[in-house]
């Protein structure tokens, strides 16, 4: 089946611009993360969705950028005032939010990742 | 707090060899989950393999195998026989398990080159 898709795969802009990035996750998947990945660096959390509602949004760095899930399932990461070091690939997960026996079994399945490019 | 390590930045073997990736990992959670994925050049995270707290026993998939120990705190991973499409950054990756709210802690990856 169809994996998690991301659009703009790039995304070249300048700073101060306002940016968003697109992430349709994988068909029934509940769950959905953003993770931002610096140079060398491994993925950090940024915000986490289960359905519409954010459930943590603990990584998100400030208040310039926003994330919404408004049906419950292609998700936009928003940026306002661009700056420099918010050039990173930024990736997108889902997972299908499976519970047994009170364990979550989440496997995160991520999408190719959007680059974006602050001039 | 949760924390992933690997230690090594760099690997580089000649095909056919045997490798051994390090992963360390820190949390207070009794329960959890750790996991490997791999980044090919093309950038998209692949799983390879998740392994719950509770499950001690290594696993072997094709020329993949993981070691788990608890004791040390480590989930390290071999390939065997390394082939040049093995050639990638490798994640070591933990998550917690119970409270619902499992993002996963990422260690910063290791690069390893096959060469032919």
């Known amino acids: 089946g169809a994996g998690v898709s991301q659009t703009p795969s790039n995304k070249v802009t300048e700073k101060g611009k306002y940016v968003e990035l697109r992430c349709d996750p994988i068909?029934?998947?509940?769950?959905l993360y953003w993770y931002r990945q610096s140079l060398g660096q491994g993925p950090e959390f940024l915000i986490y969705?289960?359905?519409?509602?954010?459930?943590?949004d603990s990584g998100l760095p400030n208040d310039r950028f926003f994330a919404v899930r408004p049906e419950g399932s292609v998700s936009t990461l928003k940026i306002q005032r661009t700056e420099r070091g918010d050039s990173a690939v930024y990736l997108c997960?889902?997972?299908?939010?499976?519970?047994?026996?009170?364990?979550?079994?989440?496997?995160?399945?991520f999408g190719p990742g959007t680059r974006l490019t602050v001039l | 707090a949760q924390k992933v390590t690997q230690a090594q930045t760099e690997i580089s073997v000649v095909e056919k060899e045997d490798v051994t990736l390090d992963c360390v990992y820190e949390?207070?959670?009794?329960?959890?989950?750790l996991f490997w994925y791999k980044q090919p050049p093309s950038g998209e995270l692949v799983f390879l393999i998740r392994?719950?707290?509770?499950?001690?026993q290594n696993e072997i998939s094709g020329r993949y195998s993981w070691n788990f120990q608890k004791s040390t705190s480590s989930f390290n991973f071999t390939i065997t026989a390394s082939q040049v499409v093995d050639s990638a950054v490798y994640f070591c990756?933990?998550?917690?398990?119970?409270?619902?709210?499992?993002?996963?802690?990422f260690g910063k990856g290791t690069r390893l080159s096959v060469i032919a």
């Open positions: 949390t207070r959670d009794t329960t959890y989950y």
């Open positions: 392994r719950n707290s509770f499950d001690e």
């Open positions: 997960a889902s997972s299908p939010r499976r519970q047994r026996g009170g364990l979550y079994t989440d496997t995160q399945y």
């Open positions: 969705f289960q359905g519409t509602g954010a459930a943590d």
């Open positions: 990756a933990l998550s917690e398990a119970l409270s619902g709210n499992t993002p996963l802690v």
């Open positions: 068909s029934g998947h509940t769950a």
